[in-house]
């Protein structure tokens, strides 16, 4: 069974930093691409950022340039940097990884960003 968890979120004031870390268990990690997505309070769920095996990445155009998404293939973790943030970036943020078997989800990490 493939299994994320997500970690590091938490509260930060404007313009600081934080580092999301995405561990994945139960797959063949390094052959597939991996997401971010995050989901504010009454809004639908929305992608941030994507990884693909090739260390390729793709930004959502209201996180670009100030967020970076990373992954380590040896400790099966993907990373996602997020600078300058923004009491808009507030959300819960969610690793995503699709494989034959299907889409699946981490629990999900609490950002805040207090203006």
């Known amino acids: 069974q493939v299994q994320l968890v997500e970690s590091g979120g938490g509260l930060v004031q404007a313009g600081g930093s934080l580092r999301l870390s995405c561990a994945a268990s139960g797959t063949n990690f390094r052959i597939y691409a991996v997401d971010w997505y995050h989901q504010a309070p009454g809004k639908q769920r929305e992608l941030v950022a994507t990884i693909t095996s090739g260390g390729s990445a793709n930004y959502a155009d209201s996180v670009k340039g100030r967020f970076a998404i990373s992954r380590d293939n040896a400790k099966r973790t993907v990373y996602l940097q997020m600078n300058s943030l923004k009491p808009e970036d507030t959300a819960v943020y969610y690793c995503?990884?699709?494989?034959?078997?299907?889409?699946?989800w981490g629990q999900g990490t609490q950002v805040t960003v207090s203006s």
């Open positions: 995503h990884l699709e494989t034959g078997r299907g889409h699946f």
